[in-house]
């Protein structure tokens, strides 16, 4: 009784705190009672309204888009359009006040920033809880989220302790680890018992590892295995539902736009065709994804290349779900890096660290000893030396205090045999 009225006061407080997020989530629900007839309709007249938008808003889209021609005869948006237009993509009635800026990786090494505002977050949110709700989770039931960027975990202290008690919603800092933080977390989802795990693939494995190795039972609280930010391979996936004896659901999206897609509880992947459109180009012997955000009207986001591959596929679902059906195709591949110490640490970590020291074209961190890395850099001219040194001192402070950074400026960066720049490469003998 007690357990009950203090459940209903949770979920009380939990809508009162987040009411814009649970009036968004109830739209996008309703759009799920749809036939594929409806939704795609829906979709075609948010693409017009989004399209004739950027052109009357952003001085960017203004002189690229013409309105009046076919869709697909509109220009692509490169990741490299996007670093050279962020301000021009801006819409001309934004608050600046009311504007945030984030990074995130861009196609050829250089840090893309996007601009976002509490709509958008919010909205990102309630897309997030829609997907997690095809597990078999309600609002209100237990998450831990495993991110390694630092934005993602903030405050402190009571404001922080009260926001995890009213959504159940946690956050556990995982820009990197080592075997005792993997027991730590380990024991910490034994103890709360939460209905979902979220993380990035890389991590999520890593901790399915160790709760194989060391036979560690998990909860029977556990309905879904949200994967994200990376490719999902399939032996990551296997080793994930045998160490936590659940589905593990594979999203899709990136900071700039997310929720493109998630994998339903029959495993197949839907596009959310009331959030995006979602293109695939033939080329190269490649399907290239190309996304336009059907929601975002601060810095609209039209005919997008994600730098990733994937093909859209015909046919329905039993789950229910009225959107389309796609597949991803080979994509994003970071590698981890390890320290003498143990530690392994997320790639995004190196990714950020770039952040506001420009101007770069290109980078990459190439880890070639457990105590060494290169940094090359493709720059037009030497970078701040100052700036340099801090970078190098954070690391050390962060990663290992051993850690050797050399930096080598070159004319250009490989690609992989897949076609994508990586950012981080490591390149140790192997140990074991
Ligand atoms: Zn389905």
Same mark, same amino acid.
């Given at each position: 009784?007690i /357990?009950q009225?203090? %459940?209903?006061? #949770? &979920?009380? +407080?939990?809508r009162? *705190?987040h009411?814009?997020?649970?009036?968004? @989530?109830?739209g996008?629900?309703?759009?799920q009672?749809?036939?594929?007839?409806?939704?795609?309709?829906?979709?075609q007249d948010d693409l017009?309204?989004i399209?004739?938008?950027? /052109?009357?808003?952003? %001085?960017?889209y #203004? &002189?690229? +888009?013409?309105p009046? *021609?076919?869709?697909?005869?509109?220009?692509? @948006?490169?990741?490299?359009?996007?670093?050279?237009?962020?301000d021009a993509?801006?819409?001309?009635g934004?608050d600046r006040?009311q504007v945030?800026?984030a990074y995130?990786?861009?196609s050829t090494?250089?840090?893309?920033?996007?601009?976002?505002d509490?709509?958008?977050?919010?909205?990102?949110?309630?897309?997030m809880?829609?997907?997690?709700?095809?597990?078999?989770?309600?609002?209100g039931?237990?998450?831990?989220?495993?991110?390694?960027a630092s934005?993602?975990?903030r405050?402190g202290?009571i404001a922080?302790?009260y926001?995890?008690y009213?959504?159940?919603?946690?956050?556990?800092?995982a820009?990197d680890?080592?075997e005792?933080?993997?027991?730590e977390?380990a024991a910490?989802?034994?103890a709360?018992?939460?209905?979902l795990l979220?993380?990035?693939a890389s991590?999520?494995?890593?901790?399915?590892?160790?709760?194989?190795?060391?036979?560690?039972?998990m909860p029977r609280?556990l309905?879904g295995i949200?994967?994200?930010?990376?490719?999902?391979?399939a032996?990551?996936r296997?080793a994930m539902e045998?160490?936590?004896?659940?589905?593990?659901f594979?999203?899709y999206?990136c900071?700039?736009?997310?929720?493109i897609?998630?994998?339903?509880?029959?495993g197949?992947?839907?596009?959310?065709t009331?959030?995006?459109h979602?293109?695939?180009?033939?080329?190269?012997g490649?399907?290239?994804l190309?996304?336009?955000?059907?929601?975002?009207r601060l810095?609209p986001?039209i005919?997008y290349?994600?730098?990733?591959?994937?093909?859209?596929?015909p046919g329905d679902?039993?789950c229910?779900?009225?959107?389309?059906?796609?597949?991803?195709?080979m994509?994003?591949?970071?590698?981890l890096?390890?320290?003498?110490?143990?530690?392994?640490?997320?790639?995004?970590?190196f990714n950020?660290l770039?952040?506001g020291i420009?101007?770069?074209?290109?980078?990459?961190?190439?880890?070639?000893?457990?105590d060494r890395?290169?940094?090359?850099?493709v720059?037009?001219r030497p970078l701040?030396?100052?700036a340099?040194e801090?970078?190098?001192?954070?690391?050390?402070?962060?990663?290992?205090?051993a850690?050797?950074?050399?930096?080598n400026?070159?004319?250009a960066?490989?690609?992989?045999?897949?076609g994508k720049?990586?950012?981080i490469v490591?390149?140790?003998p192997?140990t074991d």
């Amino acid at each position: 009784m007690i /357990a009950q009225l203090s %459940d209903r006061l #949770r &979920d009380w +407080l939990h809508r009162r *705190r987040h009411a814009e997020r649970f009036a968004l @989530l109830e739209g996008l629900l309703r759009h799920q009672a749809l036939s594929r007839a409806e939704v795609l309709r829906q979709q075609q007249d948010d693409l017009a309204n989004i399209v004739a938008f950027a /052109a009357a808003n952003t %001085d960017f889209y #203004r &002189d690229r +888009l013409a309105p009046d *021609r076919p869709f697909i005869d509109q220009p692509i @948006l490169t990741k490299d359009d996007v670093v050279h237009n962020r301000d021009a993509m801006l819409a001309r009635g934004a608050d600046r006040k009311q504007v945030g800026i984030a990074y995130t990786g861009g196609s050829t090494g250089n840090p893309l920033a996007y601009y976002w505002d509490a709509a958008k977050h919010e909205l990102m949110r309630a897309g997030m809880m829609r997907a997690y709700m095809g597990s078999g989770w309600r609002p209100g039931d237990g998450i831990i989220n495993f991110w390694g960027a630092s934005q993602d975990i903030r405050g402190g202290g009571i404001a922080r302790r009260y926001g995890e008690y009213v959504t159940g919603e946690r956050t556990l800092g995982a820009r990197d680890f080592d075997e005792r933080k993997l027991g730590e977390w380990a024991a910490c989802i034994g103890a709360t018992r939460p209905v979902l795990l979220q993380g990035y693939a890389s991590i999520l494995a890593e901790l399915a590892r160790y709760v194989i190795d060391k036979r560690i039972a998990m909860p029977r609280s556990l309905r879904g295995i949200y994967s994200t930010a990376e490719v999902l391979t399939a032996e990551q996936r296997e080793a994930m539902e045998r160490a936590f004896s659940c589905r593990v659901f594979n999203q899709y999206g990136c900071r700039e736009v997310p929720n493109i897609a998630c994998e339903c509880r029959h495993g197949n992947m839907h596009v959310f065709t009331d959030m995006v459109h979602l293109e695939s180009l033939p080329q190269d012997g490649a399907d290239r994804l190309i996304v336009t955000s059907l929601t975002n009207r601060l810095m609209p986001f039209i005919r997008y290349d994600l730098g990733d591959s994937g093909r859209l596929l015909p046919g329905d679902c039993d789950c229910g779900w009225p959107f389309p059906l796609m597949e991803m195709g080979m994509c994003r591949r970071n590698d981890l890096i390890r320290t003498s110490s143990g530690k392994v640490v997320y790639p995004a970590y190196f990714n950020s660290l770039l952040n506001g020291i420009g101007p770069i074209r290109q980078y990459q961190f190439v880890q070639t000893a457990l105590d060494r890395m290169v940094l090359k850099l493709v720059s037009e001219r030497p970078l701040d030396g100052v700036a340099l040194e801090a970078m190098r001192q954070k690391v050390r402070r962060d990663v290992d205090g051993a850690m050797l950074i050399e930096v080598n400026y070159v004319d250009a960066i490989p690609r992989s045999a897949s076609g994508k720049h990586r950012f981080i490469v490591a390149e140790l003998p192997a140990t074991d």
